[in-house]
């Protein structure tokens, strides 16, 4: 910018010192006569003259200078993105969340901007048949574009390995935002549902959340999880006129997870297995009197059809509570998942988790048990069973991008032996 400013100057300056002399050349000697002697007609008539001279004279620096005036500086790149918080927050909503914030103004929008994540895991125990190992965890690139003044693109991908040790490509997040004020947002494309608060306040990045791992019940569907934890459709979101109460909605509308069989992609990224949709409604407030806490509840309802099976009608009821401040954590959720097979039976499916911790310096130690307990006749998922346990952690903040975390999980099972595991992780964000 100053390679155009100093041109600009120097002319101006010029521009003025040229009037200065003119005045003083024209109008100097016009003084000094009229001072020493008497002003004839004539004398009149040349001051006339000269004066009007001045006149054209000032009236093309005025020309001169419109002409040297630079135009307003473009900008010269984006501006600055803000730094994912622990719950995106994006959502969090907020969350979300991943969900948007409006940009003030069209001029001060971002192009594109990507946060990455990743983590390596070495872990062992004592199931038999298992071996220790170290394990490549997810590569997560978080992109996100304020397109406009009211859209924004939110994104997730994500690079990882199977049971195979191959790597693969997952779109894990992939919307269209639309911001039109603080109480009404709408969004398409591929998201995190809605269910209770761990799902949509960490998402896919262990260098996010406190613990190694997410808590089973909100595991993602590829790892053994037992909740639609992805979906494809459309969302509205935003806050109630409430006062101090803090209260937000959410209402979901998507194809559901796959059920005809249990090796199809759970979740339905192109086509839908049935004409029915999913819905999920959910409530939470943030009240301004207890600074961190978030109390909600959430109702999620859709139809499955396996092949050859009677139709399953799913409903997952979720409440949670959790506070959550700069050095002090607690989260507890609790679920129970419905499914009635069309003139059968119906399987009820509770499950729970409460998780502490508290931060020391750079060291946060931690503590969370977890519950849940399936029918070994649940249609959708027999191979859960009864699982509970607890795990106890530590994880330790290398820097400001860099965690280490080590955590003893001891689990129970029903007519099985208990097993217990040891994991250190690494994650970090870039």
């Known amino acids: ?37 008497a002003v004839t007609d004539s004398d009149r008539e040349a001051i006339k003259v000269l004066l009007h001279r001045v006149e054209q004279l000032e009236a093309r620096v005025a020309q001169l200078e419109a002409q040297q005036k630079p135009a307003p500086p473009a900008q010269s790149g984006p501006a600055p993105a803000q730094t994912p918080a622990p719950s995106v927050s994006e959502s969090a909503p907020a969350q979300e969340s991943g969900r948007m914030m409006e940009p003030e103004r069209m001029e001060t929008r971002t192009l594109m901007q990507i946060r990455g994540f990743g983590d390596m895991t070495f872990h062992g125990s004592d199931l038999r048949g298992t071996h220790t190992g170290f394990s490549l965890g997810q590569l997560n690139l978080f992109v996100t574009s304020d397109i406009s003044e009211k859209f924004r693109l939110l994104s997730e991908i994500v690079f990882e390995a199977d049971p195979t040790n191959n790597f693969g490509v997952d779109i894990e997040r992939l919307l269209l935002q639309y911001s039109h004020n603080d109480y009404f947002n709408f969004a398409v494309g591929r998201y995190h549902t809605d269910i209770g608060f761990y799902n949509t306040a960490y ?81 939470f407030a943030r009240p301004n009197a207890v ?58 499916t509770p499950g729970f988790y409460s998780q502490i911790s508290k931060v020391f ?27 509970h346990g607890p795990s106890v952690g530590l994880r330790f903040d290398a820097s400001e991008a860099v965690a280490l975390k080590l955590q003893y999980d001891h689990a129970n099972y029903r007519q099985q032996q208990s097993v217990n595991g040891l994991e250190l992780q690494f994650a970090f964000t870039f």
């Open 203 to 283: 998402h896919h990045s262990a260098w996010l959340q406190t613990a190694v791992a997410r808590p089973f019940l909100f595991q993602f569907e590829d790892s053994g999880g037992i909740l639609p934890i992805h979906n494809v459709g459309a969302s509205v979101y935003g806050q109630i006129p409430s006062g101090r109460l803090g209260l937000h909605y959410v209402a979901e509308v998507g194809n559901g997870r796959a059920s005809h069989s249990p090796l199809a992609e759970p979740v339905q990224n192109i086509i839908d297995e049935n004409n029915g949709k999913s819905i999920n409604l959910a409530l």
């Open 1 to 37: 910018m100053q390679s155009f400013a100093w041109p600009f100057v120097s002319s101006r300056k010029m521009l003025t010192g040229v009037t200065v002399s003119l005045l003083g050349f024209l109008i100097l000697p016009v003084m000094l006569f009229a001072r020493d002697s």
């Open 361 to 387: 310096g750079p060291y946060r130690p931690y503590f969370r048990y977890q519950y849940v307990n399936a029918s070994d006749q649940e249609p959708v998922f027999p191979f859960v069973g009864l699982q």
């Open 291 to 348: 600074h961190g806490l978030q109390v909600g509840f959430s109702a999620y309802h859709d139809g499955l059809q396996p092949v050859g099976a009677a139709r399953i009608g799913e409903t997952i009821l979720a409440a949670h509570a959790v506070l959550q401040r700069p050095n002090f954590e607690w989260l507890s959720e609790a679920l129970v998942i419905r499914h009635a097979v069309d003139g059968g039976h119906v399987f009820d």
